[in-house]
C-alpha cells in the first residue's frame, strides 16, 4: 500500500517535471520571482539605508499606508520620475503616506545612491537591497511602485503614470490608487505596467 | 541540485506554460506593417519586406497586432522580436549579439524585428546614429503608443515591462521563446536552429 502510494507520488512528480519540460514558451532571463500578489500581506523585512542604519519594514509603516518604489540612479526612466515621486512624498507625508525607495542594483553602490539622492533632490528615505526585498515583492523594473495600505496588504502594484517623460499623462495610476485607499473606495485599476530598466540584481 | 533560480524559472515556466494554453488562436493572415510612403508594400500581403539597410519606422498598438499576428496558414518563417532602447544599456550591450544573429539567420528564413521604446523625437538622432554604428539591418519600430501598459500585455502577461527583452515565435505565432535581460547568443540560436530545421 505504501509502496504504491510512494510510486504513485514519483509518478505525479515525473508528469509535472515534463509538462513544465515541454511547455512552449518557457521563460529564461533575470525574471523576478512570483514576489507578493495583490491582496496579500506583506512580510516584514530588513534593509539597510546608504549609510548602513538598518530599517525594518514594520519601522518604516505610514499610519495610513506604505509606499515602496524601486528606482535607480542610472535610469534615464526612473530618472524622469524623480520629480514626480518628490512631489507624490511631498503631497501624501502630511496624510500619513510614508513614501520610500528602495535601490536593488548591483551595479549601483550605497554611495552612488546618497550622492544621486542629493543631486536630485530626494528627500524620502532610500534604502539598499541586495535583491532579496526585490524578488520578495516581485520587483523587476524601475521605477516600480508597490502600495500597501495601513493593514499591511499590498493594494497597488506598476508604474507611477503612462508617460516618461511626464508631457503625455493620461493615467495616474499610483495617485489614483492611493486617492482611493485614503478615501476607503476600492482601487480601480490594481496593476498597471509600463517599460523601464531592468533592475540589475547582483545573483 | 536544485537551486533557487532554477525553481524560480520551473515556477515561471509553468505560470508562462498556463497562461499559454488559454492563450486564443492568432487569427487572420498577416498583413505588412503600416508605413507612411508604402503604397505598393501596403498591397503585398503576407510578411514583412526583406530589407536592405535600416529602416526605422513607427508603430502604434494596431501594428504591434498586426506583426504578431502569424495567422493561419501559418508563416514561412519565425519571428523574433526584441524590444529594447538606446538609453538602456544592457540593450546597447547585447545589440551586436543580435546583429550577428540576424546577419546569420536572414537568409536562412528568421524574420527579425526590433521595437525601440525611445522617444519619437530621437527617431532620426539617437536611433539612427546607433543603428548606424552598429551597422544593423534589421527592420526597427518606435513605438508610438498612449498607454505602453497595453503592449507589454499583448506581449507577455508575466513582463513587467523591463528591457532588454526578447521573444521568439514559431511559425503559427506561438511564444517558443522568450528572455528579459541580456540574451544569452548560444541558447537563442539553439532555440531558432528548432524553427528554421536546422539540426544541431
Known sequence: ?203 | MITSASLRNCLIALVCGTALLILPGWPAAARSVPQRKTSTRQKRKARLPSLIGTQIRVIDEAGVKRLLERGTPPQERPLLVNFWATWCVPCREEFPDLVKIDADYRDKGLEFVTISLDDLTEMKTAVTSFLRSQRAKMPVFLLDVPDQGTIIELIDETWHGDMPATFLYDQTGKVVYKYRGPIKPEELRAEIDKLIGIKQ
Not at chain 1, 39 to 61: C, I, Y
Not at chain 1, 79 to 99: F, S
Request: a positive charge; aromatic letters at 6%.
Open chain 1, 1 to 203: 500500500m505504501k509502496k504504491h502510494y510512494i510510486s504513485g507520488l514519483i509518478l505525479s512528480l515525473l508528469v509535472a517535471v515534463a509538462a513544465i519540460a515541454f511547455v512552449p514558451g518557457a521563460a529564461a532571463g533575470e525574471t523576478p520571482g512570483t514576489g507578493t500578489a495583490i491582496g496579500q500581506p506583506v512580510a516584514d523585512f530588513t534593509l539597510p539605508d546608504p549609510d548602513g542604519k538598518t530599517h525594518s519594514f514594520a519601522s518604516l509603516k505610514g499610519k495610513n499606508g506604505t509606499l515602496f518604489i524601486f528606482i535607480a540612479t542610472r535610469c534615464p526612466v526612473s530618472n524622469g520620475y524623480n520629480e514626480r515621486m518628490e512631489k507624490v512624498w511631498q503631497d501624501y507625508r502630511a496624510r500619513g503616506i510614508n513614501v520610500v525607495g528602495i535601490n536593488a542594483n548591483s551595479t549601483e553602490t550605497a554611495a552612488d545612491v546618497k550622492t544621486h539622492a542629493a543631486e536630485k533632490g530626494l528627500t524620502f528615505q532610500i534604502l539598499k537591497d541586495d535583491g532579496k526585498v526585490a524578488d520578495q515583492l516581485g520587483a523587476a523594473v524601475t521605477p516600480e511602485a508597490y502600495l500597501i495600505d495601513a493593514s499591511g496588504k499590498l493594494v497597488y502594484h506598476g508604474r507611477i503614470d503612462n508617460s516618461i517623460k511626464g508631457d503625455a499623462i493620461i493615467s495616474t495610476d499610483l495617485r489614483d490608487a492611493i486617492d482611493s485607499m485614503l478615501a476607503g473606495k476600492p482601487i480601480a485599476k490594481t496593476e498597471a505596467k509600463a517599460f523601464g530598466c531592468s533592475i540589475k540584481r547582483g545573483k
